[in-house]
């Protein structure tokens, strides 16, 4: 008995001594952020003020005191000094290739002077002095004192290469003479039927071509090569760090496109790319069977495919999104499917296990997607696919509690309520006053229970965050306008934004379990920023910058002098 005992003693004795050796020897954090303020986005632990990171995880999320302890020799210790870190922001809809593309393209929009245009056309070209074709789209008829644009003019600007620059209405198209002279356009061609090609008093063209004489010069633009969509990809991700993201949702991507930005992220791991492929209209076996493929091999890494991407309607600004009540104009716009179709093709993604984001914009739209959702649900038998209704831009206010109650996520835009010239006035006058009334209304959204991831639908808008969340925080413009915010009732707190840019956006692509939020053993995924968001006044949020990005323990942006 005796001796029993002291075996069982000594027994325990060499355990502590083994598990006290093994804690001496684990290895030090990599790095330690000390003195912060550390947003976690966990309810149970909201607040921290230190970060300790060892490889790709969190090592410790805690105090500056007990975290300090877990720095070694080699450990990196940073010291935050009060600074707001908040878990890496991630954009849950967008289009990295024309992000990258609209960081380069030449945009005359708000050139309202010559000297403007002239100005930015020949900056652009000196930038791009490998572009065999200066183009650019935007400008506007004012710019001009004759009201249409001269080959005279753009000669002056550009004359070593073909320049093509089309309009802001894309009705008429702007040609120097090199351009014209490829196209083999003279004072002998004939008008084609349906177009203009200007001419002067003599006869011979001006350059300006409208409606389908633009084709004559438009169909000899190069297409972009591969490698120059590589180069605007690795653009596009070096932007996203910058920006504090440190993942996005593509939102429907082509086989190139695939391809080209496992390439990019294979050369610049900077970005955690979640990608939805094309839906198709009928999901054969052989079609589900290439997209399980695809999905199979991109199923860990940077680059993830998880989803299936469809239109259900269009847009409000074409009359297009598909709506109970006429528009304006007449009509209640479009749908791609009947409600069994979409069902159909809905249903059999479910049952192979995806993930399904249909575009919805307007009501009628939207109750066909839940509707769709709920169908296959409730034919397959599943739960927890986590169904998108992607841009939910006019809901009907009581189809809100759909989402929560068929576990629908609700993925909005930010800065879609962004109010200015264009929001109000056309925007809000094509949906009328009631409609108007419920549209983007992020708080209802809220309050309904759903789950809401938000993003940017980049180049639309630019896919920044810290603009983001001004835009839903004071729903004014950056310059504060109108007077307290449009349909201020569906502003949202700081907390709630930040919430859909991290955990939301995590658990819509299924992945909240490794990060989102900052804890112990997820993803060292995180963001320094110049300022904290939950203290400066609403209208000050836009002036923050980040300084820092961190994806799996690896900075992918330092601002400079941080
Ligand atoms: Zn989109």
Request: hydrophobic share 45%.
């Amino acid at each position: 008995m005796r001796r029993r005992l002291m075996v069982a003693t000594l027994a325990a004795a060499a355990a502590l001594a083994a598990g006290v050796q093994a804690r001496a020897k684990a290895p030090p954090a990599d790095r330690v952020f000390l003195n912060g303020r550390v947003y976690t986005g966990d309810p149970a632990r909201p607040f921290a003020e230190a970060l300790a990171v060892r490889g790709r995880d969190l090592l410790a999320v805690g105090s500056s005191a007990e975290l300090k302890t877990l720095a070694g020799k080699g450990t990196d210790v940073v010291d935050l000094r009060g600074r707001l870190v908040v878990p890496g922001l991630v954009d849950a809809h967008l289009h990295l290739l024309g992000g990258g593309l609209s960081l380069d393209e030449l945009r005359l929009d708000d050139a309202f002077a010559f000297a403007e245009v002239a100005k930015r056309v020949r900056s652009w070209a000196q930038a791009n002095a490998d572009r065999h074709w200066v183009t650019g789209e935007g400008w506007t008829y004012v710019a001009f004192p004759d009201g249409l644009p001269s080959k005279v003019q753009l000669d002056a600007i550009v004359a070593d290469r073909p320049a093509w620059l089309v309009s802001y209405d894309g009705h008429t198209g702007w040609a120097n003479s090199a351009a014209l002279r490829i196209a083999g356009v003279t004072r002998a061609s004939a008008d084609p039927s349906g177009g203009t090609i200007v001419r002067d008093a003599k006869g011979e063209p001006t350059g300006a071509l409208k409606e389908s004489a633009m084709d004559l010069v438009g169909r000899l633009v190069p297409k972009l090569l591969p490698h120059e969509k590589e180069r605007a990809l690795k653009r596009a991700i070096a932007q996203a760090a910058a920006w504090g993201l440190t993942g996005v949702h593509q939102a429907g991507i082509d086989d190139e496109e695939l391809e080209l930005v496992a390439r990019a992220l294979e050369a610049s791991p900077r970005l955690r790319v979640f990608a939805a492929l094309p839906i198709e209209r009928e999901p054969t076996a052989e079609a589900l069977a290439r997209q399980d493929a695809l999905r199979r091999r991109f199923a860990r890494g940077r680059l993830r495919v998880g989803a299936i991407k469809g239109h259900v309607d269009g847009v409000v600004e074409a009359e297009t999104a598909a709506m109970f009540e006429p528009y304006p104009g007449g009509g209640t716009g479009l749908t791609k499917w009947t409600q069994a179709e979409l069902d159909r093709a809905v249903a059999a993604y479910d049952a192979a296990g995806w993930q399904v984001m249909l575009h919805a914009i307007g009501d009628r739209g939207i109750d066909m997607a839940l509707t769709a959702f709920e169908h296959a649900a409730r034919a397959n038998g599943t739960l927890g696919r986590r169904h998108r209704v992607e841009h939910l831009e006019v809901p009907r206010l009581a189809d809100l509690p759909r989402f929560k109650a068929g576990g629908v996520v609700a993925s909005t835009q930010a800065t879609f309520p962004y109010p200015n010239q264009n929001h109000l006035g056309v925007y809000l006058s094509i949906l009328g006053a009631e409609r108007a009334h419920r549209a983007l209304a992020f708080k209802s959204i809220d309050d309904a229970g759903a789950v809401q991831a938000f993003g940017s639908d980049w180049p639309v808008f630019p896919a920044d965050p810290i603009r983001a969340i001004a835009c839903v925080v004071t729903r004014t413009t950056i310059e504060g306008t109108p007077k307290g915010g449009w349909e201020p009732a569906q502003r949202l707190s700081v907390e709630a934004a930040l919430r859909h840019y991290t955990r939301d956006a995590a658990f819509a692509e299924h992945a909240e379990q490794e990060r989102g939020t900052l804890a112990r053993g997820l993803a060292a995924d995180f963001v320094v920023l110049s300022q904290d968001l939950f203290a400066v006044p609403p209208e000050r949020i836009q002036d923050t910058k980040v300084l820092l990005t961190v994806l799996a323990g690896q900075d992918t942006y330092r601002a400079p002098g941080f």
